[in-house]
């Protein structure tokens, strides 16, 4: 039917694009030579609006099934509210045909699948209804019986917005022999369920992905955020790259500590990149900032060795141990105390935030360390990171300076 609606509408292949999900149909696209995208199951119209999004003209067309509709039923309605660019062909089988004939959104009351062998105890949604109601401009129902199916596809193609087809079909393999289901109980399953089919929904509203085209054509080529030119302020002593890793604690200001390097890195004319790694659970668990710092321009921002290490604590000590281990004895580790015996073949420089003369806290003790670090790496001047703590986090600056000052006691 779809080969039949691109002959007729004759489109060019090469400005087509076939998304196809996982599923019974997902492997169906590379028997078109048009382009084509196959990724994870539930995802192709997330994968179809980046598409369209990212070039309009392009005609979108996505091949799912009701599995997918129920897996990824958030990017269905959001692509079909916001009215987006495309041909969605809904094959409806009310099952997942492809994975042992599971329930999916679409199963009928009472109906025996492989997970409801007593009977179906949900109702079934109505896909239509579902995208038509939230915003779909074009939305049909019918079943691949249809002898016309080809002409509605080919008219779902050329209309500008977000259609979808729900074509029902049948599925040989599961739900057909556990229900006795054929084309006469399938046909009348539509009136069972009080359905309608043929067009349901068709209104003339804009297409997202051209209306977003044109209210942002004026932007294009133009930053997104107003440039913060920073001039350089201060001399450095750096004559290549500079891997700098603080390794500690999510909620601790790590991020924050390494933030204040690489701005300071910049005000001494440096280009400066930082990398964060932390989990997603809030302020427990690792806290990893890698930093680099080059006279010249940064092009990778991995760090395979570290230049150096500031090891804050135990969680950073979890997620440092690459590090430590490809450290050589060029390289610097700077600790505290009770990581004195952490092996590694780096130099250790054990610093005791005993000797600062200031209360230390949690979320000062990463700002304690790099700034003493910095000053036995010298690196740029330590003024550099006071001028940074003042200009770049000038709400913390009371509470950062008196730390950095400290930092100069620790050793």
């Known amino acids: 039917h779809l080969d039949k609606a691109l002959t007729k ?21 590379q028997y078109f030579v048009t382009n084509a995208f196959h990724g994870l199951h539930g995802r192709s119209i997330a994968y179809a609006t980046g598409i369209k999004l990212a070039n309009p003209e392009l005609n979108v067309i996505v091949l799912m099934g009701d599995g997918g509709a129920g897996i990824g039923g958030t990017h269905l309605v959001n692509a079909a509210r916001r009215n987006v660019g495309l041909t969605v062909l809904m094959f409806n089988n009310f099952n997942f045909g492809m994975t042992g004939g599971e329930h999916s959104v679409t199963t009928p009351h009472g109906a025996i699948t492989s997970t409801t062998r007593r009977g179906n105890p949900e109702y079934p949604l109505d896909i ?63 009136d069972a369920l009080g359905l309608e089919t043929g067009l349901l929904y068709y209104r003339n509203v804009h297409e997202y ?37 603080l390794a500690g604690s999510a909620g601790a200001k790590v991020r924050s500590a390494g933030k204040l390097v690489g701005y300071a890195g910049v005000m001494s004319g440096l280009w400066a990149t ?63 105390p009770q990581f004195a015996g952490v092996e590694t073949r780096a ?44 200009r770049f986090q000038a709400r913390f600056a009371d509470q950062n300076l008196p730390i950095i000052e400290a930092s100069q006691r620790l050793e």
């Open 347 to 390: 130099r250790k420089v054990i610093l005791d935030p005993k000797k600062a003369g200031v209360r230390i806290t949690r979320t000062n003790l990463a700002l304690l360390l790099t700034a003493a670090a910095l000053r036995h790496l010298d690196l740029f001047p330590i003024e550099a990171l006071e001028a940074a703590a003042k």
């Open 9 to 29: 509408l004759q489109i060019d292949p090469t400005k087509t694009v076939i998304v196809s999900d996982i599923g019974c149909v997902g492997l169906s696209d």
């Open 274 to 336: 930082q990398r964060d790694d932390y989990p997603t659970t809030v302020k427990s668990g690792h806290s990893i900032s890698e930093i680099i710092l080059s006279p010249e321009e940064i092009r990778y921002t991995g760090v395979a060795k570290p230049d150096a290490l500031v090891l804050i604590s135990d969680d950073g000590l979890k997620k440092s141990g690459r590090h430590l281990a490809r450290m050589t004895e060029e390289d610097v580790l700077f600790t505290l």
């Open 209 to 245: 992905s051209h209306y977003v085209r044109e209210l942002s054509k004026d932007a294009a080529g133009k930053p997104t955020l107003p440039l913060k030119p920073i001039e350089p302020e201060f001399p450095n002593h750096v004559d290549r790259k500079f891997h700098l890793v």
């Open 128 to 190: 239509c209804a579902t995208v038509g109601e939230n915003g779909a401009g074009f939305v049909y129902r019918g079943t691949s019986f249809d002898k016309d199916l080809p002409d509605r596809i080919a008219e779902a193609i050329q209309y500008q917005g977000f259609a979808l087809l729900d074509i029902w079909e049948l599925c040989t393999a599961y739900f057909s022999p556990f229900n006795d289901f054929g084309r006469k109980e399938m046909l009348g399953l539509v």
